[in-house]
C-alpha cells in the first residue's frame, strides 16, 4: 500500500474543485469513448469500416487515445467515463497524472495503483497479486513493463484461463490521464511502448483509455507502438462543437449566480447582455477551463458579478491585483517552461504577433525563419514543445502560418502581469522589424544609414 498513490485515483483527486463535466455537456465525445469500451459501433463508423481497407473496426483497438489543446476539458471527460464505466461494471483501474503532486507526476506507483484496484475489482486476483509480491519484494523497483507483467497481466491471464472473461460484462477499462503530466518524458513514451507491447502479447479483453496532449513525443511513440497493436485516436476537436457545450455551462452557471449571488437583487434581468456572452465564449474558444476559471472569479462573493464579468472581459483593470486565470496562467507556464530555447521561442512568437498587425509583411513562419536567420523548418522545431497551445500549418503557396488554439494564449503573452518572464513586448518587436527593413534598404542604397543607426536594437 506504500507504493499507491491514492489521490490518482478518479474519484480521490484531493484539488478542491475537480475537473468534471457539466450536465447535458460533452455528450457526444463521451458517447463515442463509451462505445469504444463496449464495443459498440454506431451507424456511420460501421459503414465506414465496410467500406474502407482496415482489417478490423476501431471499437476493436485495445488502446484509444484522447488527445486535445491545453485546457480542452480532458480530465473532465476521462473523469465522466470512469464514473459510468464504475457504475456499469466496466472499469477496472484509473491513474490521474497530476505535475503539481509529487504522487502523481511520476510513473513509480502506477502499477502499484493498477494492482491495488484490479484486487479491489477482481478479488480473486487478490492472492495471485500478493503471491507475486511475496515471491519478489522488490517487483515495484523493476520496470514499468515487468510490474505491468507480473502484477496484473499475468494474474489476469489466469483467470482468462479458468473462463473468467467469457460472460459479456466484465471490468475492462484502465483510465490513464494526463500522461503529458509526468515529468519524466522518457517515461511518458516507453509506458506507450510496454502498453502495446504487453497488449499484443498478452491478448487480453482490456481496453486503455491514455488521455494527454497532443505533444510531439507522444504522438512519436503511439505512431512506433502501432507497429504492434491496433490504437484508436479520438482528438478533442471543433467536430464536438465545444462552444455550444460552453455557452450552455455559461448560461446554467449564470442562472445560479443571478439566484444565489449575494448580491443578486441587484444584478439587470437581461445580464449577461447577448455581446458580453458572445464575447466571453469567443474569448474561451473551446477551452473548457477558461470558461470554469472565469465562473468562479465573476461568482466571488465578495464583489458585484457584473464588475467581475467586465474584468474578466478586459473592459476594465482588476482591483488589487486580483487576477481570474491563475490557474490557466501556470498551465500556460509550466508548458512554456518545457521549451529548451525559450528566449529563441519568445522571438518566434512576438514576430509572428508582430507580423500580424499587416504594417509590412504578411505573417509567415518562412518571414520569420528570414528575420531570425533561421534555416527551413526552424520554427516548427522550435515550437513543438507548444503543440498544445498553438500549431503550424500550410497557407498555400508553400507557406505556412502560426495559429493559437486559445485566444487567451495570446492575451496571457502581452499581460506582463500574467506572463511575467514570458511576457511579449509588442514595441520591441515592431522596432526589430523596422530595423530589420532599414537595413536591407541601407544595403541597397535606398536609404542612408544614419536611418538606421537611429532605430532601437532588438533585444
Known amino acids: 500500500m506504500e507504493a499507491v ?22 455528450v457526444a465525445v463521451i458517447t463515442k469513448i463509451m462505445n469504444w469500451v463496449t464495443s459498440t459501433i454506431d451507424t456511420d463508423a460501421f459503414m465506414h469500416w465496410l467500406c474502407s481497407s482496415v482489417a478490423t473496426p476501431e471499437t476493436d483497438a485495445s488502446i484509444l487515445w484522447l488527445y486535445g489543446p491545453a485546457g480542452a476539458g480532458k480530465t473532465a ?41 484490479v484486487s479491489r475489482v477482481i478479488p480473486s486476483t487478490n492472492k495471485l497479486i500478493k503471491n507475486a509480491i511475496e515471491a519478489d519484494p522488490l517487483i515495484l523497483t523493476f520496470s514499468i513493463e ?3 507483467t507480473r502484477l496484473v497481466l499475468e494474474p489476469l491471464r489466469l483467470l482468462a484461463g479458468q473462463g473468467y ?14 500522461l503529458d503530466e509526468c515529468l519524466d518524458k522518457g517515461a511518458q513514451t516507453n509506458l506507450i511502448q510496454h502498453l502495446a507491447s504487453a497488449v499484443a502479447r498478452n491478448r487480453l479483453p482490456l481496453k486503455f483509455l491514455i488521455v494527454s496532449r497532443p505533444e510531439a513525443h507522444i504522438k512519436l511513440a503511439i505512431a512506433l507502438a502501432s507497429e504492434q497493436t491496433m490504437f484508436s485516436h ?12 460552453i455557452r450552455r455551462f455559461l448560461t446554467d452557471k449564470f442562472c445560479e449566480i443571478k439566484t444565489c449571488h449575494p448580491f443578486h437583487p441587484g444584478i439587470p434581468t437581461l445580464w449577461p447582455s447577448k455581446q458580453q456572452m458572445d464575447d466571453l465564449i469567443c474569448k474561451a474558444s473551446g477551452q473548457f477551463i477558461y470558461a470554469s476559471l472565469a465562473v468562479c472569479f465573476i461568482n466571488s462573493p465578495c464583489d458585484s458579478p457584473m464588475r467581475q464579468l467586465d474584468i474578466t472581459l478586459g473592459l476594465r483593470p482588476p482591483i488589487n491585483h486580483d487576477l481570474p486565470f491563475a490557474e490557466l496562467d501556470a498551465l500556460y507556464t509550466f508548458i512554456l517552461s518545457c521549451t529548451k530555447n525559450l528566449d529563441l ?5 512576438g514576430l509572428d504577433s508582430a507580423l500580424k498587425c499587416g504594417l509590412i509583411f504578411a505573417s509567415t513562419v518562412e518571414v520569420v525563419e528570414c528575420l531570425l536567420d ?29 495559429s493559437f488554439h486559445h485566444t487567451s494564449f495570446t492575451d496571457f503573452l502581452h499581460n506582463p502581469e500574467r506572463s511575467k518572464d514570458y511576457f511579449i513586448d509588442a514595441p520591441k518587436y515592431h522596432s526589430f522589424i523596422a530595423q530589420w527593413v532599414l537595413q536591407v534598404l541601407t544595403s541597397n542604397g535606398m536609404c542612408p544609414q544614419s536611418s538606421v543607426n537611429s532605430t532601437l536594437k532588438f533585444g
Request: hydrophobic content about 40%; some cysteine; charged content about 25%.
Open 165 to 178: 472473461f467469457l460472460s459479456e460484462k466484465f471490468p475492462r477499462l484502465v483510465v490513464i490521464d494526463g
Open 345 to 349: 521561442v519568445l522571438d518566434i512568437l
Open 5 to 26: 498513490a491514492p489521490n490518482a485515483f478518479y474519484d480521490s483527486d484531493n484539488r478542491a474543485d475537480p475537473p468534471k463535466c457539466h450536465e447535458n455537456t460533452r
Open 146 to 148: 515487468v510490474q505491468l
Open 374 to 402: 533561421l534555416e527551413d523548418g526552424d520554427v516548427r522545431i522550435y515550437l513543438s514543445p507548444l503543440n498544445s497551445l498553438l500549431e503550424v500549418h500550410p497557407t498555400g503557396d508553400g507557406l505556412h502560418g502560426i
Open 234 to 245: 479520438l482528438e478533442l476537436s471543433n467536430d464536438f462543437h465545444p462552444d455550444e457545450d
Open 77 to 117: 471527460i476521462a473523469r465522466r467515463v470512469a464514473e459510468l464505466c464504475e457504475a456499469q461494471g466496466l472499469l477496472l483501474a484509473s491513474f490521474l497524472f497530476f505535475r503539481s503532486d509529487p504522487k502523481r507526476n511520476t510513473m513509480n506507483p502506477l502499477v502499484a495503483n493498477i494492482a491495488y484496484c
